[in-house]
T-cell receptor, first 116, second 109 residues
Framework: GAVVSQHPSWVICKSGTSVKIECRSL??????MFWYRQFPKQSLMLMAT?????????EQGVEKDKFLINHASLTLSTLTVTSAHPEDSSFYIC????????????FGPGTRLTVL | GQNIDQPTEMTATEGAIVQINCTYQ??????LFWYQQHAGEAPTFLSY????GLEEKGRFSSFLSRSKGYSYLLLKELQMKDSASYLC??????????FGKGTRLSVIA
């Protein structure tokens, strides 16, 4: 089956610093990847859709300048949390679909971000 | 609009059967997914229904009625490890999956 990896699996950083999270599709090409955020005991919240070779599509209420997304290749998307603050502490999960128009998504293992 | 409803929490006994319902109202439809998510982990795929009827996969089965906008996930012979959140999600073409808020299932001895 399709495998999606994320790196790092967890990160602790100081307030004001930037953190980059990588999402890779290991055995398939993903034109589209998705970034989610999940707070404890809450549901997945879609942050943005990452499109290879073009700008990401952000959901309403998600700051584009704070959460920078780069989909540089068909197997890699990155999410950079800029000037992180304690309220950005969360579980960040990416997912990717294997076939255009077919919605099954394969999730990465997630990255737990803690901002001190 | 997009709306997916599922119960927030359920409790069931080890060895029993539990049914988790999901109703949806979406602008398009080309499949309904169920995912399992353990605390602190990412969701894992359980099932996919695109046609009406029951799809069985071991202890887990999923049912879909497109005319009613309704699905359920059936878990048989419950085990303690089945304690998790179960997410219902609807796909509609090239748009992202729309997820329900999840149902937290607690399996007790």
């Amino acid at each position: 089956g399709a495998v999606v990896s994320q790196h790092p699996s967890w990160v602790i950083c100081k307030s004001g610093t930037s953190v980059k999270i990588e999402c890779r599709s290991l055995d398939f090409q993903a034109t589209t990847m998705f970034w989610y955020r999940q707070f404890p005991k809450q549901s997945l919240m879609l942050m943005a859709t990452s499109n290879e070779g073009s700008k990401a599509t952000y959901e309403q209420g998600v700051e584009k300048d704070k959460f920078l997304i780069n989909h540089a290749s068909l197997t890699l998307s990155t999410l950079t949390v800029t000037s992180a603050h304690p309220e950005d502490s969360s579980f960040y999960i990416c997912s990717a679909g294997e076939l255009a128009g077919y919605n099954e998504q394969f999730f990465g293992p997630g990255t737990r971000l803690t901002v001190l | 609009g997009q709306n997916i409803d599922q119960p927030t929490e359920m409790t069931a006994t080890e060895g029993a059967i539990v049914q988790i319902n999901c109703t949806y109202q979406t602008s398009g439809f080309n499949g309904l997914f169920w995912y399992q998510q353990h605390a602190g982990e990412a969701p894992t795929f359980l099932s996919y229904n695109v046609l009406d009827g029951l799809e069985e996969k071991g202890r887990f089965s999923s049912f879909l009625s497109r005319s009613k906008g309704y699905s359920y996930l059936l878990l048989k012979e419950l085990q303690m490890k089945d304690s998790a959140s179960y997410l219902c999600a609807v796909g509609s073409g090239n748009t992202p999956l729309v997820f329900g808020k999840g149902t937290r299932l607690s399996v007790i001895a």
